[in-house]
């Protein structure tokens, strides 16, 4: 199948089921999110709705999370993972929003990413979930599910599957293929056992395609055969060897 049939299937399976597939981190408001989105960096979203409540009361405002100290929002995060450099980088978020931005969380990717704590996934989290624009973050989902699809073609870093992705998806769609491909490998293509069989896309995913299908299971079988077949001549060779060896040692007594 060719990559951009691929990507016609996958926006119209997704854009029927999860026409609003959404962030699960809990936010109110930008500010409320970038925190959230910080905090969750290797951390699972559920562990940072659990944190998020006690900071957003207690620090509403990027003046308040300004005048907070590092150690005093360690105590929030210990439960997170990162908590020493996550603290002090809240608190430089918030300072230089305050001292740089007028207190707003900037719309533009390199204006966010000049904000402690903020890389490209989260500055692109922040434009298209915040101000809807065409940004793609590829998260450790995005990036594993995407190519499993076939999305993107041995795409080696994040950029290079963003730019992949970026340069098929339609431009209204990327903000919500994001949540598709992290929604979709939370819950399905999980990393480690890919749920293929209960899959609803297997039918145009390219590892399905790969590993599945009856020409992919006739050649995983044939390299079974073949492997227990060598397995099979080896050890005869294995005891042609010793014997050969006894017998000559034999001889030499
Ligand atoms: S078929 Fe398997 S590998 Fe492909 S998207 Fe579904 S779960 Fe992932």
Same mark, same amino acid.
């Given at each position: 199948?060719?990559?951009?049939?691929?990507?016609?299937?996958?926006?119209?399976?997704?854009?029927?089921?999860?026409?609003?597939?959404?962030?699960?981190?809990?936010?109110?408001?930008?500010?409320?999110?970038?925190?959230?989105?910080?905090?969750?960096?290797?951390?699972?979203?559920?562990?940072?709705?659990?944190?998020?409540?006690?900071?957003?009361?207690?620090?509403?405002?990027?003046?308040?999370?300004?005048?907070?100290?590092?150690?005093?929002?360690?105590?929030?995060?210990?439960?997170?993972?990162?908590?020493?450099?996550?603290?002090?980088?809240?608190?430089?978020?918030?300072?230089?929003?305050?001292? $740089? @931005?007028?207190?707003?969380?900037?719309?533009? =990717?390199?204006?966010?990413? !000049?904000? %402690?704590?903020?890389?490209? /996934?989260?500055?692109?989290?922040?434009?298209?979930?915040?101000?809807?624009?065409?940004?793609?973050?590829?998260?450790?989902? $995005? @990036?594993?599910?995407?190519?499993?699809?076939? =999305?993107?073609?041995?795409? !080696?870093? %994040?950029?290079?599957?963003? /730019?992949?992705?970026?340069?098929?998806?339609?431009?209204?769609?990327?903000?919500?293929?994001?949540?598709?491909?992290?929604?979709?490998?939370?819950?399905?293509?999980?990393?480690?056992?890919?749920?293929?069989?209960?899959? %609803?896309?297997?039918?145009?995913?390219?590892?399905?395609?790969?590993?599945?299908?009856?020409?992919?299971?006739?050649?995983?079988?044939?390299?079974?055969?073949?492997?227990?077949?060598?397995?099979?001549?080896?050890?005869?060779?294995?005891?042609?060897?010793?014997?050969?060896?006894?017998?000559?040692?034999?001889?030499?007594?």
């Amino acid at each position: 199948m060719l990559r951009a049939e691929r990507y016609r299937h996958f926006i119209a399976y997704f854009s029927t089921h999860q026409p609003d597939a959404q962030t699960e981190l809990h936010y109110g408001n930008a500010f409320q999110l970038l925190i959230a989105v910080i905090l969750s960096a290797q951390c699972t979203d559920k562990r940072i709705n659990i944190v998020t409540p006690a900071i957003f009361r207690d620090f509403p405002t990027p003046e308040s999370l300004a005048g907070a100290t590092p150690g005093e929002i360690f105590e929030y995060i210990k439960s997170v993972s990162y908590p020493n450099n996550k603290s002090k980088h809240l608190v430089g978020m918030a300072k230089m929003l305050v001292d $740089v @931005f007028h207190g707003e969380v900037p719309s533009d =990717l390199n204006e966010l990413k !000049k904000l %402690p704590g903020v890389g490209r /996934k989260t500055a692109n989290v922040i434009a298209s979930v915040v101000y809807e624009a065409p940004a793609m973050a590829v998260d450790t989902h $995005v @990036f594993r599910v995407a190519n499993r699809i076939g =999305l993107t073609n041995k795409a !080696k870093t %994040p950029l290079a599957a963003e /730019k992949q992705l970026l340069e098929y998806l339609p431009k209204e769609t990327v903000r919500f293929a994001h949540h598709w491909l992290i929604l979709h490998g939370r819950y399905i293509c999980l990393a480690r056992s890919p749920r293929c069989e209960i899959c %609803p896309i297997n039918w145009f995913c390219r590892y399905y395609e790969q590993t599945h299908t009856e020409a992919a299971l006739k050649r995983a079988e044939a390299a079974k055969a073949k492997k227990a077949k060598d397995q099979k001549k080896k050890k005869k060779l294995d005891t042609i060897a010793k014997e050969l060896k006894k017998r000559s040692v034999e001889k030499d007594i």
